[in-house]
């Protein structure tokens, strides 16, 4: 059986290597925090500006761009809409705009 200091010993020796590690983790958690918050912050920024490019967009011409790109996808091969009709409509007075597809 180990002599009562050679235990305290190791006790200390334990917990100065748990303490360690513990700051190790709190170091890497603090790192990917920052991380995730850097990139939250780009991504709220991308959509704050496509809201602010939205907010003064003439309805009927996004409906007609989305129109338009559907039948290119159509067209080419490229769409997951296979052969369907294209419908949009723009409805300023809810600034709305509604695409639906059909086959």
Not at 23 to 33: D, F, L, M, R, T
Not at 50 to 59: F, H, M, R, T, Y
Request: glycine share 6%.
């Amino acid at each position: 059986m180990p002599e009562n200091g050679s235990l305290n010993e190791a006790t200390a020796g334990t917990a100065t290597a748990l303490s360690q590690t513990a700051q190790e983790y709190g170091q890497k958690i603090s790192e990917v925090a920052s991380h995730a918050k850097d990139f939250v912050n780009d991504k709220v920024s991308v959509v704050g500006d496509k809201i602010k490019d939205l907010q003064n967009a003439d309805l009927g011409e996004l409906a007609e761009n989305a129109k338009e790109y559907a039948r290119k996808k159509t067209r080419t091969g490229n769409s997951h809409f296979g052969s369907c009709r294209t419908f949009a409509r723009a409805d300023s007075s809810r600034s709305k705009i509604t695409i639906q597809f059909s086959n």
